[in-house]
């Protein structure tokens, strides 16, 4: 699966295949978020969730995943929701989960505050409970992930505090 928003190199399309012929059952390349076009806050938010682990080694979040015949075989037909890697990802472990040293994906990202929001505002509304595998209000395996990290970012680095502060307003005004 590659987003409309991501740029994907041949190489990491290749390498990605690899390594799922290799028996990986599901995989990406790593990603980079490319925000010098973007408004300050924009820029901020992302250089917060380009430094969350949760991110980083997970199938959301970036963009773009690939499954191997095998991770396929275990669901039926794609949700219709706009974050199906959130699905993806809660049908794979940890350990099942390749993430390919290769060129990153590009993930261009909204220029403009209002924009991000309503890419967020979106996502969130399309991600009912059964593809969570939660229930209403419960809070899922990923963002408790992402609380963690935020808490980790702020103790290893403090003046990161004001950007911190921006990505949670982000995400409470699109919820």
Known sequence: SLAADVELTARAAVDTMLALSNGALAGRPPHRF?????????????AVRERLPSIATSLWGAGCYALSEEGRARFEEFPEVLGDDLFINSLFSSEEVTMVRTDPVVVRTPLTLGDLIRVKRRSYRT???EYRGQEQGVISTGQ???ARDLRDLFRRDPRRSVDIAIYVAVIA???
């Open 144 to 146: 408790r992930e992402q």
């Open 173 to 175: 005004l699109a919820r």
């Open 127 to 129: 991600q009912v409970p």
């Open 34 to 46: 490319e925000s010098s076009r973007a408004h300050f806050l924009v820029q901020r938010w992302y």
